[in-house]
């Protein structure tokens, strides 16, 4: 019988927030995810955590979250989630209710989100801006082409907002009910940027994840795959982890913002604004990330 090879399982730390830090160039959030040389590991959710609980201490509460409490609200910051969402996480992991007096401990989690991942949150305010004035020129919804080469189309949902007092019409009008969402009459932007940033997000892991496994075919190297994560041999670690680098460097050696920028651009005939929201980090600090996909 042959020897028996020892598999272990490789994956990336936090791919989506990875990808939204190498767009924006932003070295802080590139820090936390590892995706810049360092002789240790960063974990995002520890980042985050600690940031927060350093905000909570400040105010004077005694309230420690753990990794556990913010990982939720992290992972959905990059896929559409927002400020509700943080709360939520907030809420839960606390037992307390979002009021005027706790509003200040609630917005130390929200607040260290949006410092710890502010590739992310500049990505997305930037994609908001450009739907805006999409939206401002007539259109109700944005085509782009996703990593992938996939055309998507994204329409923008009715915007919607909640009554607080009740404002019940007879007649003529029709009641509206306290606490329940009702249609304003104008897009919701914001909303629609979040859902294409996700999308545009999942599509460079698909393109990432699909380099990645040809390489490794080419190279006869054996694997499983799923998303961004691989089950290989432990003789053969090393090597993934070299094509993930060099498949990163690649795909982020090309501005990809000012590609999408340049897209929309021509296909609606505005003169959109280039992201200035840029940073320091250089994308070839990926080549000498030994942390970016790991046990």
């Given amino acids: 019988m042959g020897e028996l090879m020892n598999f272990i399982e490789l994956d990336h730390t936090s791919s989506g927030v990875q990808v939204a830090a190498a767009l924006a160039r932003d070295s802080r959030t590139a820090t936390a995810v590892n995706l810049n040389g360092g002789s240790s590991k960063n974990d995002l959710y520890t980042v985050v955590m600690s940031d927060a609980n350093a905000r909570l201490a400040a105010l004077g509460s005694k309230i420690v979250l753990t990794r556990r409490d ?27 209710k979002l009021t005027p007096e706790t509003k200040p401990m609630f917005a130390c989690l929200n607040d260290a989100i949006v410092s710890e991942m502010s590739g992310v949150v500049t990505v997305q305010r930037y994609v908001a801006r450009l739907l805006k004035m999409i939206a401002e020129s007539g259109s109700d919804s944005v085509t782009l082409t996703l990593a992938s080469g996939a055309v998507e189309t994204f329409r923008f949902p009715d915007a919607e907002k909640t009554v607080h007092d009740v404002n019940l019409h007879f007649g003529g009008e029709h009641g509206r009910v306290d606490e329940l969402p009702y249609l304003t009459g104008e897009l919701d932007v914001g909303a629609a940027a ?29 694997f499983l795959s799923k998303h961004d994560a691989y089950l290989i041999a432990e003789s053969d670690g090393d090597v993934l982890r070299e094509i993930v680098k060099n498949v990163m460097f690649d795909v982020f050696s090309v501005d990809r913002l000012e590609t999408m920028r340049a897209e929309l651009s021509d296909r609606y005939g505005l003169d959109l604004p280039r992201f200035d929201g840029y940073g320091d980090w250089d994308v070839a600090a990926i080549l000498k990330s030994d942390f970016l996909i790991s046990e």
């Avoid at 997000?201 to 699909?210: C, E, G, K, T, Y």
């Fill in 70 to 96: 913010v990982k939720t609200a992290v992972i959905a910051r990059v896929y559409g989630g927002k400020r509700g969402t943080s709360d939520a996480a907030f809420a839960a992991a606390t037992g307390l």
């Fill in 194 to 222: 979040r859902t294409v940033v996700a999308a545009f997000v999942q599509s460079f892991d698909a393109l990432i994840l699909a380099m990645t496994q040809v390489r490794l075919a080419e190279r006869g190297v054996y």
